[in-house]
């Protein structure tokens, strides 16, 4: 893999992006497809793995839950093979868990929530930490729980 194919994976992510971000969601899906699939021929784990994550996220806004979860799944378990520290990688608990909120699946998501917030602490990153503290705040919000909300939104 030359840097040009290596740039060419996060350049058709970054226009999916772009694409969804102006409303297009169809073609900023074929952008990610064609990214994942040349991630993958290449061999760029972390650039399938987050250009996944990114592809999941327009599945979750358009209320296609499982195809998002199977998405977030495949990227977690890419980015832990390469034992990440992105961002995108953490954050990634955040979508899970909200996902499986949006699902009514309370229980799983704050799970995913948790284990964000406890690997987070772990990179000693305050910025990450308070990502996933900002993450489990919003989560008790959406459960209407202010009061389980206030002390991980202080924290952020």
Do not use: C
């Not at 073609?27 to 784990?45: I, N, P």
């Not at 977030?72 to 890419?78: D, G, I, S, T, W």
């Not at 964000?116 to 489990?136: C, I, V, W, Y």
């Not at 909300?149 to 924290?155: G, K, R, W």
């Amino acid at each position: 893999a030359t840097p040009n194919d290596t740039s060419r994976v996060r350049l058709l992510g970054q226009a999916g992006q772009a694409a969804r971000n102006s409303g297009q969601s169809a073609q900023a899906e074929r952008y990610y497809e064609q990214s994942v699939r040349l991630a993958e021929h290449l061999g760029d784990r972390t650039g399938q793995a987050r250009t996944l994550v990114y592809w999941g996220l327009i599945k979750q806004s358009t209320a296609r839950l499982d195809t998002a979860l199977i998405l977030f799944e495949k990227a977690k378990k890419l980015f832990e093979q390469q034992r990440s520290t992105e961002t995108t990688y953490y954050r990634l608990y955040n979508d899970i868990g909200y996902t499986y909120q949006l699902q009514g699946n309370y229980q799983t998501g704050l799970r995913y929530f948790m284990k964000g917030l406890k690997l987070a602490e772990g990179q000693r990153d305050p910025f990450l930490t308070s990502l996933l503290n900002t993450g489990l705040g919003m989560y008790f919000m959406r459960q209407q729980q202010p009061r389980r909300a206030l002390p991980y939104l202080q924290q952020a």
